[in-house]
């Protein structure tokens, strides 16, 4: 059983940076994708990013792609998220996850492990 816990969410204004950060334990995370998914309200869960438990590759979403990049340490049991150059429509709850690496997908439905959350607000 995966704990994860984010953090490094804040407040920033437009064209800021943050980095967020999820300290995740219970197992090492070498078994495991890892990703950042966001939801804004009003809307739907929706995947930003993911690299593969071997660090072997790496997705993003097409609107964070060259803003935001992932990286994990799994001899740290860590994952991270650099957040440049934010846009307001960045504004959401950001989550980490995890999923076996027997499964690929982006669909959040299918990831199992969740954080609680982080909230990013990027101001005009």
């Known amino acids: 059983q995966l704990q994860l816990t984010e953090s490094g969410g804040g407040l920033v204004q437009a064209g800021g940076s943050l980095r967020l950060s999820c300290a995740v334990s219970?197992?090492?995370?070498?078994?495991?994708?890892m990703g950042w998914f966001r939801q804004a309200p009003g809307e739907d869960l929706k995947f930003a990013t993911a690299?593969?438990?071997?660090?072997?590759?790496?997705y993003y979403a097409a609107y964070v792609k060259r803003r935001f990049t992932i990286s994990r340490d799994n001899a740290q049991n860590l994952l991270t998220l650099e957040m440049n150059n934010l846009k307001p429509e960045d504004t959401a709850l950001y989550y980490c996850?995890?999923?076996?690496?027997?499964?690929?997908?982006?669909?959040?439905?299918?990831?199992?492990?969740w954080g609680q959350g982080t909230q990013v607000t990027v101001s005009a």
């Open positions: 690299v593969t438990f071997d660090n072997g590759d790496i």
């Open positions: 219970g197992r090492t995370i070498s078994g495991y994708h």
């Open positions: 996850a995890a999923v076996s690496s027997d499964v690929y997908t982006i669909h959040a439905s299918q990831w199992r492990s």
